[in-house]
């Protein structure tokens, strides 16, 4: 026996996964998440018996609900969806597959289209916090082709603008989650900071590396991981997060000084591999650490004296670029920003609905 759920698979920016209306997903949580498990092929190292790629960057899930409020368009729950554990994390947000959110909502009949584009203020369930939208849409249809190119994936398409506003505390309420804005952590200064995503930077150098290294070089570093680890669970207690042995939040980062015309290097970890390009939320708020005063991150930085808040990152897949909009300067020396924004681009994969078996995770044959 299955069950059969409409879902689209979108890739949003670097990430890919599928797309469901939420009146088409159980609402109790728990079970929600069982057949989220289920679609997924989780858990299962290669997700043979489901639809989720075997990485942490193909094993994501959106959730599109319409507005439950007047200040907004439309909202939307991500879903973390564990490769190798029956585990749904919804504590972390992900501004990659919120690229393709607008898009869905709008083919679905969420939300109308403009012409030539549309604006929508999407709510981030997981967060609280409202991201802007302005996508493509001339004729009042949606458009996946254009110029626009980021690093990471193949080809160009349409751009489409994130507009990430109020994103200070995004989950801890706090731009410096610790109270501090560097830790001494096993011997080692880290800056940890909340800005769209509570993330951990660590100096590459303190570490041993460069931070220019491949991907593969540091997945294959098993002291590297273990160090890592160590720190981001001592700061998660730190920050007020408790135990986060089985959460990704916080993530945690090594950042250097840029070789090429970037402003900051920098190699994500997703906590417990490094991403093979960044995460759009954790280049959020590496862009405003960038400009924190003493922060590990701004000791590094090489800003553009013509244009200070633009925040170019040299990552794995080549670089990505952050605008901020900084108000002022706080009271308390911090600047004030007022929101980051950045290009993504994201289009179906296919239509079509998922089956699932009405089983628990892991007992089909």
Not at 129 to 135: D, G, H, N, P, Q
Not at 153 to 166: E, K, Y
Not at 170 to 186: F, M, S
Not at 326 to 332: F, N, P, T
Request: net charge neutral; aromatic share 4%.
């Amino acid at each position: 026996m299955m069950l059969t759920i409409p879902c689209t698979l979108m890739r949003g920016g670097t990430s890919k996964g599928p797309y469901f209306h939420a009146a088409d997903l159980p609402a109790d949580p728990a079970e929600r998440d069982r057949v989220l498990l289920a679609a997924m092929g989780s858990p299962h190292a290669r997700q043979i018996d489901g639809i989720g790629g075997g990485d942490t960057l193909t094993s994501k899930v959106v959730i599109v609900s319409p507005a439950s409020r007047a200040d907004i368009d439309i909202e939307y729950l991500f879903a973390q969806v564990s490769v190798e554990t029956a585990t749904v994390d919804t504590t972390p947000n992900c501004g990659n597959m919120l690229a393709g959110v607008g898009p869905f909502a709008i083919e679905n009949g969420l939300v109308s289209a403009t012409d030539p584009v549309t604006t929508l203020r999407i709510l981030n369930v997981n967060t609280g916090k409202i991201v802007e939208a302005v996508i493509q849409t001339p004729g009042g249809k949606v458009s996946y082709d254009g110029l626009a190119r980021i690093d990471g994936v193949p080809g160009s398409g349409a751009p489409i603008q994130l507009n990430f506003r109020d994103a200070a505390g995004a989950k801890t309420g706090r731009l410096l989650p610790t109270g501090r804005v560097v830790d001494v952590v096993d011997g080692v200064g880290v800056s940890c900071i909340d800005f769209s995503t509570p993330l951990i930077f660590v100096p590459a150098e303190a570490m041993g590396k460069t931070g220019h290294e491949t991907k593969g070089e540091l997945d294959a570093d098993r002291k590297l991981k273990i160090r890592l680890e160590s720190i981001r669970l001592q700061v998660a207690l730190l920050a007020g997060l408790g135990d986060v042995r089985d959460k990704v939040l916080p993530k945690i980062a090594l950042v250097a000084s840029p070789q090429g015309r970037g402003v900051i290097a920098s190699r994500y970890f997703t906590p417990w591999n490094c991403h093979s390009a960044y995460a759009v939320t954790g280049a959020l708020c590496l862009a405003a650490a960038s400009i924190i005063p003493g922060s590990v991150v701004q000791g590094l930085a090489l800003p553009k004296s013509d244009d200070p808040y633009l925040v170019s990152i040299e990552q794995p897949a080549g670089t990505l670029d952050i605008r901020l909009d900084v108000a002022a300067q706080g009271a308390d020396g911090i600047p004030l920003i007022q929101s980051a924004g950045l290009i993504r681009t994201a289009r179906p994969l296919f239509r079509g609905a998922v089956h699932v078996p009405l089983c628990e995770p892991g007992q089909a044959a």
